[in-house]
């Protein structure tokens, strides 16, 4: 199939427009925070088909798979290089117990999964299961324990059947059912989303009970998890600033949550494709909220906790649109588009300017569920734009943040939403490299730019950019490379590097100074 673009959107060109360039400036010379890998972590919860057939076919499927894990779609989140998973919700963590998981899959009870779509949960994948996932991926692990509607015992008995190294009941337990080596553990969340689905609690509330949880978290030395808190939503502030007041130890983040709905509507939340200009800026706005949210939030920790022992977990992020249609609403399928992937290059900003504190993002979610990387039917698999933007910022995993001056940038303005035209975020990779990471939010103007390092000219850049005809184009299996990265490079002319920024683009650029 013949790429749709303009050949404008896949070419460099002097920036001849009348319009005056936005003028990008890396100041090189004033490095920041390390931009943490696990910035770019995933979130897989059981619901719909986001773990059962989209991830889990089981070893006896037709389809190929390791160990029942299908082996397409390990093999393309491996190549983004998927740092850290959590699991096994969101709300779902708050009624999973975790001995329903594990022993012969054929003995395990089936449970109804009230939090989501009320249908059966087979308790077919569960911690052995969850966990060879995580090595198949070479990724990190972030378990949600069950607080809402557990105990302490549980959670303590299940952290100990994970890490125990010798002979006790638990650890003879674990290696009867087939693992007899502990298993290294990263991140440990003590509740999820206590304001609401996990229990309808108080921060100060919330807080005792953590404390007390907290104490009874133990593992081996040299395999202890960093202790996680469920903190608030949006400009939920009261939980942050309870949680690093009340709590001084024991606490590695707080986790903070925020999706992006275009009409900012739980009950009718916008379509995810054939939506209207008006709905493209609201999206495209709610990074520009969140900055500010980080920013308070900062604010609150820099003042009680200066020593910063306390990071920001942004463990739940993305677009959440009306469901499918003929598709259970409780499964919350949506289409993938344009938008998200321009929506997550605009998080990936924001969370490289609070890399300071900001320090695991995970977007909601992997696989067939609200902005996935990946969508799955039967044997069939398609990469997603989202997709396509994890994979452009990959040399960012790790980078030395670089600040970016941005000079003569317009506004895009529709109806009330207001929001830059063009957003940056600069970075040095682990191997040297000089890094830009643009995007253009308007969906119909092209821009010029012009770069600079310091002040001085640059010689070329190379990279990739992300656009498409239209702002709801989708990869589907009848076009699964509709929207895919292009090759992009460019030289200076008399000194300057000057180039267009395609409309509703994503653009990641090795500099060469």
């Known amino acids: 199939m013949k790429h749709p673009l303009p050949a404008l959107s896949l070419a460099l060109s002097i920036a001849a427009q009348a319009a005056e360039p936005v003028k990008v400036d890396i100041q090189a010379d004033r490095p920041g925070p390390v931009i943490a890998r696990q910035i770019y972590g995933q979130f897989a919860e059981h619901l719909g088909s986001g773990v059962y057939g989209g991830l889990w076919v089981g070893p006896d499927s037709k389809i190929p798979n390791v160990r029942g894990w299908r082996s397409d779609v390990v093999g393309a989140l491996k190549a983004i290089k998927v740092p850290v998973v959590r699991w096994p919700g969101g709300c779902f963590a708050d009624e999973y117990h975790w001995r329903d998981g594990i022993g012969p899959q054929s003995q395990r009870p089936p449970r109804v999964n009230t939090s989501w779509g009320g249908v059966i949960e087979p308790n077919t994948v569960g911690t052995h299961e969850f966990m060879d996932l995580a090595e198949q991926l070479g990724a990190e692990v972030y378990i949600n324990a069950n607080l809402g509607s557990g105990t302490v015992q549980e959670m303590a008995q299940w952290l100990e059947y994970l890490t125990a190294e010798g002979d006790t009941a638990l650890a003879r337990e674990r290696r009867a059912n087939g693992r007899d080596k502990p298993w290294r553990l990263q991140y440990w969340g003590i509740g999820n989303e206590s304001w609401g689905c996990g229990g309808n609690m108080k921060p100060g509330y919330y807080a005792d009970l953590y404390k007390q949880w907290a104490s009874f978290a133990k593992a081996p030395r ?89 990071a920001i977990y942004f463990d739940e992020w993305g677009s959440w649109y009306d469901a499918e249609p003929g598709t259970d609403p409780g499964f919350l399928v949506q289409r993938n588009t344009l938008r998200d992937a321009v929506l997550a290059a605009l998080h990936f900003h ?115 950019l992300l656009t498409a005809a239209t702002m709801d184009a989708q990869n589907w299996f009848d076009a699964p490379d509709r929207v895919k990265p292009q090759p992009f490079k460019a030289e200076a002319r008399s000194g300057l590097l000057a180039l267009n920024i395609p409309a509703k683009s994503v653009l990641v650029l090795e500099v060469q100074p």
């Open 222 to 310: 040299g395999n202890r998890p960093k202790l996680v808190a469920s903190g608030g939503q949006e400009l939920e502030l009261n939980w942050v600033e309870t949680l690093s007041t009340e709590i001084k130890d024991r606490m590695a983040a707080v986790t903070h949550h925020q999706y992006s709905l275009p009409t900012r509507d739980w009950k009718k939340k916008g379509a995810a494709v054939g939506f209207p200009e008006a709905e493209w800026i609201s999206t495209l706005a709610v990074p520009q909220t969140i900055d500010g949210y980080l920013a308070k939030h900062r604010e609150i920790l820099d003042r009680n906790d200066p020593a910063k022992k306390f």
């Open 350 to 464: 924001v969370f490289h300017r609070h890399a300071d504190r900001v320090k695991m993002a995970n977007i909601a979610q992997m696989v067939n569920v609200l902005q996935a990387m990946i969508v799955t039917d039967k044997e069939r698999m398609v990469l997603t734009p989202s997709y396509h933007a994890f994979a452009m910022h990959l040399p960012f995993m790790d980078a030395t943040s670089l600040p970016v001056q941005l000079a003569g940038v317009p506004d895009y303005t529709l109806g009330k939403y207001s929001i830059p035209a063009v957003s940056a975020s600069a970075a040095k990779s682990v191997d040297g490299k000089l890094l830009l990471s643009l995007t253009n939010t308007h969906p119909n103007q092209p821009l010029p730019l012009q770069l600079a390092v310091g002040g001085k000219g640059v010689r070329a850049v190379t990279g990739q």
